[in-house]
T-cell receptor
Framework: DQQVKQNSPSLSVQEGRISILNCDYT??????FLWYKKYPAEGPTFLIS?????DKNEDGRFTVFLNKSAKHLSLHIVPSQPGDSAVYFC?????????????FGPGTSLSVIP | ETGVTQTPRHLVMGMTNKKSLKCEQH?????MYWYKQSAKKPLELMFV???????ENNSVPSRFSPECPNSSHLFLHLHTLQPEDSALYLC???????????????FGPGTRLTVL
């Protein structure tokens, strides 16, 4: 059973609009969350992270929201650009030091339409 | 280009073959990782090396054998694989094992492995 779920395999958004990628997790011990982006034929690249002591973290056009009680996090991209088209992975870890316990979600493929 | 290279980029092998995947980084990193990404499945951490010493083996079958001769090179030796081992194998490196949390882990492009 997957501990980190991304229930939308794909998402299409018009350029300039908001993209919202969702992630749910089942393990209440997860305390640190990360988002990665992956282009075809390239390895994943780190995007943004959030610790459970926060409910929001922002970096430019990217904002991650965490709702611990609902075991849910989301990544907002505003405004969406065609270059954002990629697969986005959510990942979770029991702590900021549990490098060997990071669990990844299956990914959501985002297409931003010009 | 992240500074982490992997060869070959594509590999097709039979179940009785022995092959090796190679990963190289000249970023001065001390930690190196092997990940597996199967079709429609999440990325899975396989092995972690820190200062050439293996620190983690996430219950990976023995038909996968890692080797880290120095901090710049990491190999994954493959033998008697199964068709279900077909996947994208990604190598990554970071300054230390906590780099994954601080935007300091860099991935290679991966080797697409097909086992016939």
């Amino acid at each position: 059973d997957q501990q980190v779920k991304q229930n939308s395999p794909s998402l299409s958004v018009q350029e300039g609009r908001i993209s919202i990628l969702n992630c749910d997790y089942t393990n209440s011990m997860f305390d640190y969350f990360l988002w990665y982006k992956k282009y075809p034929a390239e390895g994943p690249t780190f995007l943004i992270s959030i610790s459970s002591i926060k409910d929001k973290n922002e970096d430019g056009r990217f904002t991650v929201f965490l709702n611990k009680s609902a075991k849910h996090l989301s990544l907002h991209i505003v405004p969406s650009q065609p270059g954002d088209s990629a697969v986005y992975f959510c990942a979770a870890s029991p702590s900021e030091t549990s490098y060997d316990k990071v669990i990844f979600g299956p990914g959501t493929s985002l297409s931003v339409i010009p | 280009e992240t500074g982490v290279t992997q060869t070959p980029r594509h590999l097709v092998m039979g179940m009785t073959n022995k092959k090796s995947l190679k990963c190289e980084q000249h970023l001065g990193h001390n930690a190196m990782y092997w990940y597996k990404q199967s079709a429609k499945k999440p990325l899975e951490l396989m092995f972690v090396y820190n200062f050439k010493e293996q620190t983690e083996n996430n219950s990976v079958p023995s038909r996968f054998s890692p080797e880290c001769p120095n901090s710049s090179h990491l190999f994954l030796h493959l033998h008697t694989l199964q068709p279900e081992d077909s996947a994208l194998y990604l190598c990554a490196s970071s300054q230390d094992v906590y780099g994954i949390f601080y935007n300091e882990q860099f991935f290679g492009p991966g080797t697409r492995l097909t086992v016939l």
